[in-house]
């Protein structure tokens, strides 16, 4: 069956401009989470998803940062005013639940570079 | 805090020989999970092999083991018969009960020499 697919595969900005990350998680999957990944570093959590329950955004690193999933399916992650520092891979994931023992797949990332 | 520590930045091994990606991690927690990722150019992240912590017994995956050390805190990666596409980043993290996070390591660069 088909993996975790993100969009785009890279995105250029410029500095202040708001850009938006697709991810569409396996089919199934009522789990899914956001990842950032920066130069040389390892994954940093950012927001997951669980059904219908409210979002854990405990990750998100400032307000500028959002995410939205509507039901079990595709997930947006939206950067306003981007910054520098917002380079990165954003890494999406999905699991078949949201547990603990769940194992995560991820797909191959939007590489995110801000002018 | 939870940490996972990967000290091998770099590691290099020749076609058909064996190599070990080292990986040590914190807990307090007594129920929790062990994983290696793989990350080749592509960025896609593909799980290895996966390891429980109340298992005794080491995880195997065709030329990839692990060594489990729980009292150590250490979860050391064995890839047997080295390829090419073996060359990519690995990542060790694990996950523990009452959170679905999985916490990362910074990642060991694998080489393999032709």
């Known amino acids: ?115 | 805090a939870q940490t996972v520590t990967q000290s091998q930045p770099e590691m290099s091994v020749q076609e058909a020989e064996t190599v070990t990606l080292s990986c040590t991690y914190d807990t307090s927690e007594s129920d929790y999970y062990l994983f290696w990722y793989k990350q080749p150019p592509s960025r896609q992240m593909i799980l290895v092999i996966r390891q429980e912590a109340y298992k005794q017994q080491n995880a195997t995956e065709n030329r990839f083991s692990v060594n489990f050390q729980k009292a150590a805190k250490s979860f050391s990666l064995k890839i047997s018969d080295s390829q090419l596409g073996d060359a990519a980043m690995y990542f060790c993290a694990y996950s523990t009960s009452g959170t679905y996070k999985y916490i990362f390591g910074t990642g060991t660069r694998l080489k393999v020499l032709a």
């Open chain 1, 1 to 115: 069956g088909a993996g975790v697919s993100q969009s785009p595969s890279n995105k250029v900005t410029e500095k202040g401009k708001d850009v938006e990350l697709r991810c569409d998680p396996i089919s199934g999957h009522t789990a899914l989470y956001w990842y950032r990944q920066r130069l040389g570093q390892g994954l940093e959590f950012l927001i997951y998803f669980q059904g219908n329950s409210a979002p854990d955004k405990s990750g998100l690193p400032s307000d500028r940062f959002s995410a939205e999933r509507t039901g079990e399916s595709v997930s947006t992650l939206t950067i306003q005013r981007t910054q520098q520092e917002d380079s990165a891979v954003y890494l999406c994931a999905s699991s078949r639940g949201g547990g603990w023992a769940d194992t995560q797949y991820f797909g191959p990332g939007t590489r995110l570079t801000v002018l």
